[in-house]
């Protein structure tokens, strides 16, 4: 086996957020509030550790 860097984030272990589309922000869903509030999936920062290489960056692809 050997690693490779992952085609889905580049390398870089992050992907857009699928919740807030790489916003950081999401419209509240509470009447008693107005305005956004941080993602609660990202955090606030607009990504996301990449599904495919769990976040590393790499993937593990098998010698042929």
């Known amino acids: 086996a050997h690693q ?4 889905r984030c ?19 869903r509470y009447w008693t509030l107005t305005g956004t509030t941080n993602c609660p999936k990202c955090g606030g920062d607009g990504y996301e550790d990449c599904s495919t290489c769990r976040g590393t960056g790499v993937v593990t692809l098998p010698d042929d």
């Open 4 to 7: 490779e860097i992952c085609l």
């Open 10 to 28: 580049d390398g870089t272990g992050k992907v857009t957020c699928s919740n807030c589309k790489g916003k950081g922000k999401v419209g509240s």
